[in-house]
């Protein structure tokens, strides 16, 4: 199926590893050109040596980027206009906020969730809303998680804020439909990333067991009986930021497994 994208231009956040990777790839293999921050520069430039493998010549940027600082998504947004030109399609991404209980929490800790979890959708929305609406194109996909709908125990921070952005989701989209842009929502559920891996280990060290065990009882969990790929993740998306996706927006979809047991 032809998605009706390449030679596109997307960013996507947070994609040196992880999902965030899997999501640049998967848009770089249907002929994207494709730009990705990371904090990481070790981590930034391998994954920005796979996008220029799957992607036509000239067609990876790569910045160094903390999306928790608005001077620093701001650059990453007018270079990647430079390198690459007006942007067509935005994934918003980045790592948990630290896992714990209430109690444990600190008040720095919530505002940096809010700033890393919320606010760096929210800037990079408003840096690439205003050419996208201009040329009556765009999608806007935000990858949150599962802890949208089901909120989990220690995921405090990120329960409460990816909340939020679900309900962004839905009011950006009823506000620039007429624009023709698109906003939607992705909701993974258990991915095998060095994040779920960290969670495991944390929660299996919580009750006494071995990470090995926790992981067993986790996938038992899941309808499909096993962890999702972070490929699996990034195809979704790509369907969204997409031409056959031109009828969907407001929504959010879960890759779960069949995990979340929630109808709405």
Same mark, same amino acid.
């Given at each position: ?137 765009? *999608?806007?996909?935000? $990858?949150?998680? %599962?802890? +949208? #709908? /089901? ?43 060095? *994040?779920?891996?960290? $969670?495991?280990? %944390?929660? +299996? #060290? /919580? ?58």
């Amino acid at each position: 199926m032809d998605l009706g994208i390449a030679g596109r231009v997307a960013m996507v956040a947070a994609a040196s590893k992880g999902i965030g990777r899997a999501v640049a790839l998967s848009l770089a293999r249907e002929g994207c050109r494709v730009s990705i921050c990371s904090r990481d520069p070790e981590a930034l430039e391998d994954a920005r040596v796979q996008l220029s493998k799957a992607s036509a010549p000239g067609g990876s940027f790569g910045f160094s980027c903390d999306v928790t600082k608005k001077e620093e998504l701001e650059a990453w947004y007018v270079e990647t206009v430079a390198a690459l030109g007006p942007v067509d399609i935005l994934v918003t991404n980045t790592g948990g906020p630290p896992a714990a209980k209430f109690e444990d929490l600190t008040e720095e800790q919530w505002r940096r969730g809010v700033d890393s979890t919320l606010l760096n959708g929210v800037r990079l929305c408003r840096l690439v809303l205003p050419e996208m609406r201009r040329r009556r194109w765009g *999608r806007i996909v935000h $990858l949150t998680s %599962l802890a +949208a #709908k /089901q909120p989990m125990a220690l995921l405090t921070i990120s329960s409460t804020l990816r909340a939020g952005l679900s309900a962004l989701t839905k009011t950006m989209a009823n506000e620039f439909a007429r624009d023709g842009v698109l906003v939607n929502a992705v909701l993974p559920g258990h991915v095998l990333t060095n *994040r779920q891996i960290e $969670l495991n280990e %944390l929660r +299996a #060290k /919580q009750e006494g067991i071995s990470p090995g065990e926790y992981a067993g009882r986790i996938q038992a969990s899941i309808p499909l009986g096993r962890y999702g790929e972070p490929r699996e993740i990034g195809e979704v998306v790509v369907f969204l930021a997409s031409e056959r996706a031109s009828y969907v927006t407001g929504a959010t979809i879960q890759v779960d497994g069949g995990l979340i047991q929630s109808t709405f």
